[in-house]
């Protein structure tokens, strides 16, 4: 299979996909499976770049927010359960702030409520990462339709910070481990933050540059009216669909109609505004049967976990079943780690 860059697009519906999967299920097996998946494909595909080491830093972040929810719960979490593993030293709170407990006895209902909330959350930030680490930032805002034009490079250049950072920092490490000083605790964090900073408004100002200089954010004139059509359009567009998945959510049977009358109507406003962007395309990514098949198994998954699986728990909590058709359609997105062709690898002189 010859090497060559997978669509983009592909990567972040096969992403997107996972993720809303993760958030619509709260069966640890499943997330966990998600996580499995996601790790596997990512170290199969991602390429040889300094935006690639993405998915390592959301691993972390991802640790960090089950760590917080869990700690978050024993301190200020409703007292569910029966099962007491240990007591904390408990205060009054006033009578407005009823419902809220400070400290009190810790349930292991508690804890497998709080690890299974924050894993859901954990698990999308995890799919946001493998997005990263497999869709190439620049390749990404040149796939962009022109009417998202602007949004698409403010979303990239945010996208592409943290991979950023990270690379400032492990420069700065390895500059103080050159020097003898330490690089480890928070005394090294510290006086690392400073050369961090400057090195990551370097970047920034470089970017815009590039960027002003290459005629980013250039358009043509348009008429007030067709500027307040475009806007309408939008506008309305983006509240039918806040309205559309609150209804979704809820189990309305009109949700699903309003969802698609808001997409619809932000799709057209979309098409409206790029009509006053002109751009032109060097080497446009193509669209195979490799990004159907990473696309379709991303999606796949979400419909699958949606239709069979449930984002309620219960207590008092019982051991988790495998869904054969939610399990089946996960493992269905690790294909893409075996049936895409890998990334090309940079040439380097000897």
Request: charged share 10%; proline share 7%; glycine share 10%.
């Amino acid at each position: 299979m010859t090497n060559r860059w997978l669509h983009p697009g592909a990567w972040w519906l096969w992403a997107l996909g996972l993720g809303a999967a993760a958030t619509r299920t709260a069966n640890p097996l499943l997330l966990g499976l998600i996580v499995a998946v996601a790790a596997l494909v990512v170290s199969s595909r991602r390429p040889q770049a300094q935006w690639a080491g993405a998915f390592a830093v959301f691993v972390r972040i991802a640790v960090l927010v089950v760590v917080i929810r869990v700690g978050f719960t024993v301190l200020f979490g409703l007292r569910v359960g029966t099962t007491d593993l240990f007591t904390l030293p408990s205060a009054t709170l006033p009578d407005w702030m009823a419902g809220v407990t400070l400290g009190g006895a810790v349930t292991a209902e508690m804890l497998a409520i709080a690890v299974i909330q924050g894993s859901q959350l954990a698990t999308l930030l995890i799919c946001v990462g493998a997005a990263n680490s497999l869709a190439s930032p620049v390749r990404l805002l040149k796939a962009l339709p022109p009417g998202l034009y602007h949004v698409g490079v403010a979303g990239v250049v945010a996208l592409s910070l943290a991979p950023r950072i990270m690379v400032n920092v492990r420069r700065v490490m390895q500059a103080r481990r050159m020097r003898g000083r330490p690089t480890r605790g928070l005394r090294a964090a510290a006086e690392s933050s400073v050369p961090v900073l400057e090195s990551s408004l370097d970047d920034a100002i470089n970017l815009a540059a590039a960027m002003d200089t290459r005629g980013y954010g250039r358009a043509t004139r348009t008429s007030p009216g067709e500027r307040a059509l475009q806007a309408g359009l939008v506008l309305a567009g983006l509240m039918g669909i806040a309205l559309g998945l609150f209804a979704v959510l809820g189990a309305s049977g009109w949700g699903w109609l309003l969802l698609a009358l808001g997409l619809a109507m932000a799709i057209t406003g979309i098409l409206v505004a790029g009509r006053r962007i002109v751009r032109t395309r060097y080497r446009p990514d193509p669209w195979g049967w490799p990004e159907t098949l990473t696309a379709a198994t991303g999606i796949s998954a979400a419909i699958a976990v949606i239709a069979v699986s449930s984002s309620t728990i219960t207590i008092p909590l019982t051991w988790p079943a495998l869904p054969p058709v939610a399990v089946a359609a996960i493992l269905a997105a690790a294909l893409p780690a075996v049936l895409t062709p890998p990334p090309p690898v940079p040439w380097r002189t000897a």
